[in-house]
């Protein structure tokens, strides 16, 4: 049961409009390096504007490469290609959270940073590990390369290395990731996540953007293609138009990309969004989200690509029925659809807001989601119970059934750890306990008891002298 | 005369944009003033396309066309009007903040503050702090508004308006700043006047600001 939202004839219609846009509309892309690499290869411009001749394209889509995660414990892994599930990550990159304690919104610390690295390293639903948080209280110039830094001395899990916006920025961040692994060359075999790449919509490829895609896809590391277009603002009002004109900013990375270095591996991303038509604000209080993630989890799989998709996104400002009824519409269709990455645990309001407790409740749902509708059904007679049925009508019930016992431990029930479903009368007698109480309490549960950094003294120790190094180097003192 | 301007004022309110260059020649050739063409004709439409936005009928595309049509008419008129009769309307400098490329939020406030008769110049994306203040000092602005979109970026505001302060200039002109990720605190924290979460409350802020 995995749900595609287009038909075959759809997908070809998408693919070949998306081959005219770039061949009839191109795409703007400055840097020197990339234009005489797409140029060389048979590339033509017109203006300034790089336009992509069709067999090049498809040329460069034949062979994806295939993608497996590995953990800071290398023994976690994530096989991205072959996943026959949808792993989960949380937010990125959100620099003012909701206290859990105070249940005040303030600006985050460098504390907070850690905290969220640990609560995402024991929440057994999460599979990978976004720097989340982005700290206040050190320099503005060393921000991400600190996101880095602290969320992989904080979690066992496979880490996403972060977004790259200069080539400064991304040479420090890969020798963060790098001095874990011991090594370049072992974390290209080993990589623990990607390297994001942001380019600018409509099909726009700043100089550094594109200078960046050089760089990574150079050195080989595996890099996630992130346009991130609105529907009316910066992409077509109609989800398919956003659809296709993403796809076209997705082939014209990908293109690049093949070119300097055929075995970079590639993510496509889904982040296409909508905007509020009276403000402009873009606010994640879409149903349209879920569905996108889903049509892109169908489109990238037809071009043999491991896809990244929104999924647990609100407007909600609170953990509150707003976030929980969005964040199951929005994160249902990718699951459904095998998407191969779901975001956005912990996320409130459209991805401006950072909340611990909701990064609980997310754990709750994916574990929902994961229990049955986001895995294929198996049917054999063991499962059917052929036997224990017969052997019941024989004389007896289900509940002195080893088959019973057997397929409970096994986990054919799903157990929840959170939210209420005791009689009602129980729970008022328990004093009326709510979701956001029981989550705050699982949060500092976790915290107490996570073990602290997984990385040796030795390695914390080489990571800070980088990210002093980068102090130095870029911040006035 | 009254059907030719009503005729300009409905293609206006109707986002036309070539029939309203086409509704203003026929004003223009029917020998009525280019400065109550814009007056009686396009601005009056102007003014039913803000109510209809305020009331809730109208949405940010309907604006962007309404407005984009009354421009397109002003830059065929302006040859025609005397420069005497131009009125500026109280000016603002505004611009995305270097390192930022992003530029609709910017033109969504800019349609509206034009909307609201304010002479605003843009400086477009990726604009350094020098290029702020010079254009504050330069074009005499009575309001500078500055735009990040990006957390990576939006620490740029503050420098530019450390760089006000520093060339003595950040008494003569009301900051405001704008982004999703900004706050009323970050506003404060900078430096600025006021901060606005919407294009529609920037104008009401920046209104406010100037004691209009």
Known sequence: MI??????????????????????????????????ILLSAGCTEKDGRIYFPSGLVEDALKDPVPLTFYGID??????????????????????????????????????????????????????????????TDIPEEIANIGMAVYTMKNTRKPVDIGTASDSWETRYLIEVAATIRGGLDKLKNKPM???????????????????????CAGLGLPLTMLPCPTRGLTAPMTLVGGLVQ?????????????????????????????????TGFVGGKDPDLGLSGACVAQVARYYGLPSGVYGMDTGASVPDIQSGYERAINCLPPVLARA????????????????AEEMVIDNEIYGMLMHRLGRDLEVDDEIIGLEVIKAVMDGGNFLAQEHTRDFMRKGELWQGKLGNALPFEEWRSRGCPDIRA????????????????????????????????????RVAR | ????????????????????????????????????????????????????FEEGEYFLPDMMLAAEAMNGAIDYLAPL??????????????????????????????????????????????????????????????????????????????????????????????????????????????????????????VKKVKEMLGL
């Open chain 1, 3 to 36: 749900f595609e939202p287009f038909s075959q004839k759809d997908l070809e219609k998408i693919h070949a409009a998306t081959l005219e846009i770039l061949e009839q509309a191109g795409v703007i892309i400055e840097g020197k390096r990339a234009r005489e």
């Open chain 1, 74 to 135: 290398e023994s976690i892994v994530l096989p991205l290609t072959e996943a026959e599930r949808s792993y989960s990550h949380n937010f990125g990159s959100v620099s003012v959270l909701l206290d859990h304690e105070t249940d005040q919104i303030r600006e985050a610390k460098v504390k907070d940073m850690e905290d969220f690295a640990r609560l995402s390293d024991s929440l057994p639903y999460l599979d990978l590990v976004v720097p989340s948080l982005r700290a």
């Open chain 1, 193 to 215: 996540g990607t390297i994001s790449i942001s380019p600018l919509s409509p099909l726009n490829f700043p100089a550094d953007i594109a200078e960046a895609i050089v760089d």
């Open chain 1, 246 to 278: 993403q796809n076209a900013e997705q082939l014209a990375f990908l293109t690049l990309a093949k070119l300097v270095n055929r075995s970079c591996p590639l993510v496509y991303t889904c982040r296409l969004a909508s905007a509020n038509m009276r």
């Open chain 1, 340 to 355: 191969t990455m779901v975001s956005g645990f912990g996320l409130l309001n459209g991805g401006l807001l950072a909340s």
């Open chain 1, 438 to 473: 029981e989550a705050k309490e699982k949060v500092n549960q976790l915290l107490d008891a996570h073990p602290g950094p997984y990385l040796d003294e030795k390695l914390c120790r080489e990571l800070d002298l980088i990210l002093e190094k980068a102090r130095d180097e």
């Open chain 2, 1 to 52: 005369m009254e059907k030719v301007l009503a005729q300009v004022k409905e293609a206006v309110i109707e986002g036309k944009r070539e029939e309203t260059l086409r509704r203003v020649a026929e004003a223009v050739e029917a020998g009525i003033e280019p400065s109550l063409v814009i007056s009686k004709g396009l601005t009056e439409g102007l003014y039913v396309v803000g109510d209809k």
């Open chain 2, 81 to 202: 009007i005397k420069k005497s009769e131009q009125d500026g309307g109280v000016r603002m400098v505004i611009g995305t903040v270097k390192g930022d490329l992003h530029s609709i939020g910017k033109d969504i406030v800019i349609m509206m503050m034009k909307s609201a008769g304010f002479d605003v110049i843009d400086l477009g994306v990726d604009v350094s702090s020098a290029t702020f203040v010079e254009a504050v000092r330069e074009k005499e602005a009575a309001v500078l508004g500055i735009s990040a979109l990006m957390t990576t970026t939006i620490q740029e505001q503050k420098k530019v308006i450390d760089l006000l302060k520093e060339k003595g200039l950040r008494e003569r002109v009301k900051v405001i700043v704008g982004g999703a990720p900004l706050s009323e605190e970050w506003a404060v924290k900078v430096g600025a006047d006021g901060y606005a979460p919407d294009a529609i409350s920037g």
